[in-house]
């Protein structure tokens, strides 16, 4: 079943009212005590916790999205829950992490985000729903419609020119404890210099992907990426659909680390860490960080 531009009008609004319903549980949830516990995942401490918030946030987000899938006969993916492969099958799968960044959540600190997307069984994400319980911020895109910010039609200047302009490096938990993270800053600091830029600033945090992509996005020119691994991490695809959608529709940049396509659906693996992650919001700068990284 091919989906037509109304279908996706009609998925992407099933979609920002999942969003919208998780995000304010998880707002209501914020500040107090919740049950933490542990998962076989990642290699990081980030992949292996999960609250009993991220449980109901699942729950809220598919009671929207199952009646879709079997109107649309869509595939669902979800953190929390196995993966039955059927987004192998079908020509359309939900990616939804109920929770993203649950550190900052656990540590009552900006970051955490619900995240949903629409992907084709290629790999190809064509909706993207972000929500901030925090600021109550909702991003979202449909491929080919442009971006929304809170239901507004946005298009920030993230593609103005670079020159003179500060670069802002968002970095995770993951980058400032790798050991190669000063040369890595280094590097781009040169980086900076060749490309014309004033300097480069860090924003240094605890937040998920998701919301560390959107900041890319609120602090252009920026980029923030995840440096390939051998060890199992790095996210999982659905860490990064639904930036990926808006990235696209913003004409910014969501790759992998080599400026290849992020692969959305491979049959082998749901982690990105092979070939790591890169986000950024001028595609010279994506270029020129391709061949440092």
């Given amino acids: 079943m091919k989906l037509l531009a109304d279908d996706l ?108 997307a629409l992907v084709s069984r290629a790999g190809v994400p064509l909706i993207g729903v972000v929500y901030d319980p925090v600021t109550r911020t909702c991003y979202s895109s449909v491929q080919g419609q442009g971006v929304s910010r809170n239901g507004e039609a946005w298009a920030p200047p993230v593609n103005a020119p670079m020159a003179g302009k500060v670069l802002t490096l968002v970095c995770d938990r993951s980058l400032l404890q790798r050991h190669e993270y000063p040369e890595t800053r280094r590097k781009i ?43 199992t991490g790095g996210g999982c695809l659905w860490d990064f659909a639904a930036t990926t959608a808006i990235f696209n529709e913003l004409n910014c940049i969501a790759t992998d680390c080599y400026g290849q396509p992020l692969e959305l659906n491979r049959a082998d693996s749901l982690y990105m860490n092979e070939r790591g992650v890169l986000f950024a919001t001028h595609a010279e700068l994506a270029t020129e960080l391709s061949g440092y990284l």
């Avoid at 600033?201 to 919301?211: L, P």
């Fill in 9 to 116: 009008v009609a998925l992407h609004r099933v979609a920002t009212l999942a969003a919208t319903d998780a995000g304010r549980l998880i707002f209501d949830y914020a500040n107090k005590a919740v049950a933490v516990q542990h998962k076989s995942a990642g290699n990081s401490l980030a992949s292996q916790v999960v609250t009993e918030v991220d449980l109901l946030s699942e729950a809220a987000i598919l009671k929207r999205l199952r009646p879709a899938c079997e109107q649309y006969d869509l595939a669902l993916l979800s953190e929390e829950s196995e993966d039955d492969r059927s987004r192998l099958e079908k020509d359309y799968f939900w990616s939804v992490d109920p929770l993203d960044g649950t550190l900052s959540f656990i540590n009552t600190t900006p970051g955490y985000a619900v995240s949903i």
């Fill in 189 to 231: 600091e040169i980086l900076g210099e060749k490309l014309g830029l004033a300097g480069v600033k860090t924003i240094e945090n605890e937040a998920g992907a998701v919301m560390n992509a959107c900041c890319v996005i609120e602090n252009s020119p920026a980029c923030y990426f995840k440096l390939p691994k051998k060890e």
